[in-house]
């Protein structure tokens, strides 16, 4: 048994069209998909800032304490110093969804206590529930500020007539407390009790175990095709006739294999951590289970295969189909949390989506080794199930 298990891994080694399927391949899309992914995944689970821009066209105290104020908001992207004419280009070109246009005699307004006059150039196709709210807190914002900004200017006159130095003095701690006021202000974020933020995964988290696992099952098609070239080639009938165990055998050509996906788990996670520096987790050895757990499954579902298949174009046209639906059911493809609530549930009963969903629990939760045990044992459940279905029916001879 041994010396077929050398065999096998010495004729898988000499197949370079397998290693660059099972090795290479995945290196590639890890990398590419993680370069076209990587903006949507730095801004999960953080609201996105609405971009705007202001234009500035009278220049007076008033208008450069808006200014200042919006510009310190956590929840805007405040583009500055813009004349009219390009603010209005920026709103047409998508880049903002609305400019706000602080005219000329707008500090005059204010200094005569007449309510001040601003503006907004919308972005049409922009949504109205998210920038009638927004323009709404802009208005109230101005309006506070601007009435600051009046009480600090007939302060500052006071100051300017008062000849007295104490009082002056007093008066300029009046001025600089109204702009600590509104120019000070914070807010921090908490969840209600008992509950807790959503850790998401990085680009990397995402795509080098999803790959991984969608590759590691593309030794369902190299295995079967294997199988298929001995069965044709009569390698079989002539180990058939030696004094060995047709258990040892079948168990000759599935640990190789076996081998095989575990390395490939192996160099694909060496490649995340060296390469893109990808957080193995607090616990890196909770992925060992769930790694021989899945090579079980994969290599148990290759022999499934091969034991229906009746030719090479079979399992190729079969193998395919199969790998490509389940990795994209399972979330490998296109990342779970992207995907709808119903699909999400069914990713969780794929042998791609419960390996997935282990590895990113260890990745990003920091989960130990007892709490992958159960998504392991559902994986090693399949591979019994496809073991049990395959071994009936799998002949060496045709």
């Known amino acids: ?18 290693l660059i399927t099972l090795f290479v391949s995945p290196m590639l899309f890890i990398t590419v998909m993680s370069l076209a992914l990587s903006n949507s995944f730095d801004t999960l689970g953080s609201a996105p800032k609405m971009n705007i821009s202001i234009v500035d066209q009278d220049g007076g105290i008033a208008a450069k304490n808006v200014v200042k104020a919006l510009g310190g ?3 805007l992207k405040v583009t500055t110093g813009l004349s009219g004419d390009a ?24 200094e005569s206590g007449r309510k001040p006059h601003f503006s907004f150039v919308v972005d049409p196709s922009s949504s109205r529930q998210a920038v009638d709210p927004l323009q709404a807190a802009i208005r109230s914002a101005v309006l506070t500020v601007t009435s600051s900004t009046r009480t600090a200017v007939s302060l500052e006159k ?6 007295d130095p104490v009082r002056k003095a007093q008066l300029k701690k009046q001025i600089d407390k109204i702009d600590e006021t509104w120019s000070g ?34 030794i369902v098609t190299v295995m079967a095709g294997s199988i298929m070239v001995e069965r044709r080639e ?19 050509k599935v640990v190789p294999y076996l081998m095989v996906a575990v390395a490939q788990v192996g160099v694909l996670m060496a ?44 399992v190729n046209g079969m193998g395919t189909i199969v790998i490509l639906v389940l990795a994209a059911l399972g979330g490998c493809m296109v990342p779970g949390v992207f995907m709808p ?42 591979a019994a199930l496809f073991f049990v279905l395959a071994v009936p029916r799998f002949r060496f001879v045709k």
């Open 1 to 18: 048994m041994f010396a077929m298990i050398r065999k096998e891994l010495l004729v898988l080694l000499r197949d370079r069209a397998s």
């Open 73 to 75: 908001s956590d929840e």
């Open 87 to 110: 603010a209005d280009k920026r709103v047409r070109d998508g880049k903002d969804s609305f400019a706000v246009v602080i005219p000329a005699g707008f500090e005059k307004e204010v």
């Open 158 to 163: 006071q100051r300017a007539a008062e000849h």
């Open 185 to 218: 202000v914070t807010s921090t974020s908490t969840f209600p009790k008992g509950m807790t933020g959503v850790k998401y995964p990085s680009v990397y988290q995402q795509n080098v175990p999803g790959y991984t696992v969608m590759y590691v099952f593309f």
């Open 234 to 252: 009569g390698t079989f009938r002539r180990l058939l006739s030696a004094p060995v165990p047709r258990w040892q055998l079948l168990l000759g």
């Open 271 to 314: 490649f995340g951590k060296l390469v893109f520096g990808m957080d193995l987790g607090v616990h890196p050895v909770a992925l060992v289970p769930i790694t021989v757990a899945l090579g079980c499954c994969a290599v148990a579902l290759g022999l499934l295969l091969a034991s229906f298949a009746k030719s090479e174009s079979q």
């Open 341 to 382: 609530d119903f699909m999400q549930d069914i990713a969780g009963f794929t042998p791609h989506g419960k390996a997935l969903n282990a590895f990113q629990e260890v990745m990003v939760k920091g989960a130990d080794l007892g709490t992958v045990l159960p998504a392991s044992g559902f994986l090693l459940g399949l």
